[in-house]
């Protein structure tokens, strides 16, 4: 386990508690494009993969009640939530906490959703390449990352060297201190074709590609958006 991590895994163990209440209000809006999404492209999601799984919400409320879902995250209190949280949906709860590395058993699926992760992933290729190995020919990965040419990104990239900066001071308020760790940890921020580059040397090619970025209420799209969404599909 690499300490960038172990960062990572601090940082969302601290977030987990709250983290499916954002479903209700600021990441309705994801819910809603990644549902329609799927809707348009996939059409096997018998066995599911939610990679970076968070809370549970969103790779539940995408996939049907009959499919294998099967949950996977670093951190454990994410894991823990996931779990909670599938139960209560009345679903077989298949958690795993882990990365794609530590968890072999996974078996092979039609969808990986992995939703704002690829940017605290450690090695990106890896990744990539550790998806395509686990999705069936004519599978499909849907998954988010931040788009650095957007004038949030541009604005936050401006920030990164004094998150650095405040690195140890150890007294600061829970949300200044998570917004100072997301600054450093969130480091794979692509443009569309960097994206579909990266996705590429695993082998898999792009559906559909999407920036977009929050507005009251949803989400719209736009090239400034300060996130990116794609498809991808492995070949057949
Ligand atoms: C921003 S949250 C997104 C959660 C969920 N996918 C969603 O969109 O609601 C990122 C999640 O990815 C997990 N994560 C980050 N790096 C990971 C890795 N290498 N392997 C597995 N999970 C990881 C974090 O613990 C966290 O729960």
Redesign the pocket.
């Known amino acids: 386990m690499t300490s960038s991590?172990n960062q990572?895994?601090r940082?969302?163990?601290t977030?987990?508690k709250d983290?499916?209440e954002?479903?209700a209000n600021a990441?309705r809006g994801?819910l809603e494009l990644f549902s329609e999404l799927i809707r348009v492209h996939a059409e096997r999601k018998q066995v599911v993969i939610?990679?970076?799984?968070?809370?549970?919400?969103?790779?539940e409320n995408l996939s049907d009640p009959a499919a294998t879902l099967i949950s996977?995250?670093?951190?454990i209190n994410?894991a823990f939530e996931c779990k909670k949280y599938l139960e209560i949906k009345n679903r077989v709860p298949v958690v795993c906490c882990?990365?794609?590395a530590s968890v072999k058993s996974a078996p092979i699926a039609d969808l990986i959703?992995?939703?704002?992760?690829i940017?605290?992933?450690?090695d990106t290729s890896r990744?990539f390449a550790e998806a395509a190995s686990r999705m069936l020919p004519g599978g499909l990965l849907l998954a988010?990352v931040p788009n650095r040419t957007s004038g949030l990104r541009r604005f936050e990239l401006l920030l990164r060297p004094f998150a650095h900066m405040l690195a140890h001071i150890p007294f600061l308020p829970t949300k200044i201190k998570n917004y100072r760790d997301y600054l450093v940890v969130s480091r794979n921020w692509f443009t569309e074709e960097e994206f579909a580059r990266s996705a590429a040397t695993a082998g898999l090619t792009v559906r559909e590609i999407v920036t977009y970025g929050s507005r009251e209420g949803g989400i719209e799209a736009g090239r400034n958006g300060a996130m990116i969404c794609a498809v991808f599909a492995k070949p057949q």
């Open positions: 991590n990572v895994k940082l969302f163990d977030k987990a983290w499916n954002k479903y990441l994801r939610d990679f970076g799984c968070g809370g549970g919400a969103l790779g996977i995250d670093i951190s994410m882990g990365d794609f959703i992995c939703s704002s992760v940017e605290y992933v450690h990744f988010s």
